[in-house]
C-alpha cells in the first residue's frame, strides 16, 4: 500500500499552528529570562554565598537535576492544587520551565565562577567592594563568557524538552500538531511540520543567543 502525503490541512489548522509556535517562543523567553537569573543567583550562593545558604540551593539543583522534567511538571500542576494552589497551563508550564532551568544553568555559571582566577577577587577587595559587588561588577561578566555557550546549548534543550507541556493540556506546538493529527489522522504529516518548525526554532533560537553574546561581551572572538 502506497501513502500519499497530504498537506492541504496546512491551511485549515494554520491558526492552531501559529499559536502553538507563540506560545512556545512565550515558554522560551520566560523561561529563560527568568531561569538565568535564578541560576545566576544560584551559583553565586553556591560558590560565594553563606554557608548556611549553600546546602538549601545545593539541595533544590541535585534534586531538579535528578528527576524527569515532566515528572516536576506534574507535580507543580497536579499536585500544588492538592495544598490549595490551583496555577493555570501556562503558569505551570513557565514555573516548572524557570524551575528547569535555574537548576541547569547554576552549575553551568557555578563552573564559569570557579575558573575566575583569584587576583580578581583580590582586585576587588582591593577597591573595598564587599563580596557581591566584587562578584557583581568583576567576576560575573567574565564568567558568563566563559560559559556562554554551554548555557546558549542548554536554553535550546529546554526550549526542545517544552514540548512535554502539551501533557497538561498547554497549547504549545507540540499540543497543536496533536489536536490536527486527531482531526486529520495525518500522524506523519502533522508531526513532520512540528519537527521542522522545532528544529528552524532551535536554529533561530541559537543564532539569537550567540547575536546576544556579541552584544554582552564585544570582546568576545566569533566562534
Not at 26 to 48: H, N, P, T
Not at 83 to 110: D, F, K, P, S
Request: hydrophobic residues 55%.
Amino acid at each position: 500500500m502506497n501513502y500519499v502525503f497530504e498537506f492541504g490541512w496546512l491551511a485549515q489548522y494554520y491558526l492552531q499552528i501559529v499559536k502553538g509556535v507563540l506560545i512556545t517562543l512565550e515558554l522560551i523567553a520566560i523561561g529563560a529570562g527568568f531561569g538565568i537569573s535564578l541560576g545566576i543567583f544560584c551559583a553565586w550562593a553556591r560558590a560565594l554565598g553563606p554557608s548556611w545558604l549553600k546546602p538549601i540551593v545545593a539541595t533544590y539543583v541535585e534534586l531538579i537535576r535528578n528527576t524527569p522534567f515532566l515528572i516536576q511538571l506534574f507535580f507543580i500542576f497536579f499536585g500544588l492544587p492538592s495544598i490549595g494552589l490551583h496555577l493555570g497551563e501556562l503558569t505551570a508550564a513557565n514555573i516548572a520551565m524557570v524551575i528547569n532551568l535555574g537548576a541547569y544553568t547554576c552549575e553551568i555559571i557555578r563552573a564559569g565562577i570557579q575558573a575566575t582566577p583569584k587576583g580578581q577577587f583580590e582586585a576587588g577587595a582591593s577597591l573595598a567592594m564587599t563580596p557581591f559587588e566584587t562578584f557583581r561588577h568583576v567576576v560575573l561578566l567574565p564568567s558568563l563568557q566563559r560559559i556562554w555557550p554551554a548555557l546558549c546549548s542548554q536554553v535550546v534543550i529546554v526550549m526542545l524538552g517544552s514540548s512535554v507541556v502539551s501533557q497538561i493540556a498547554a497549547e504549545d506546538l507540540t499540543f497543536a500538531a496533536n489536536f490536527i493529527q486527531s482531526r486529520t489522522f495525518r500522524a506523519f504529516e502533522a508531526y513532520m511540520v512540528s519537527t521542522a518548525i522545532y528544529l528552524g526554532l532551535a536554529i533561530l533560537l541559537r543564532q539569537v543567543l550567540v547575536v546576544l553574546g556579541s552584544f554582552i561581551f564585544p570582546r568576545r572572538l566569533a566562534r
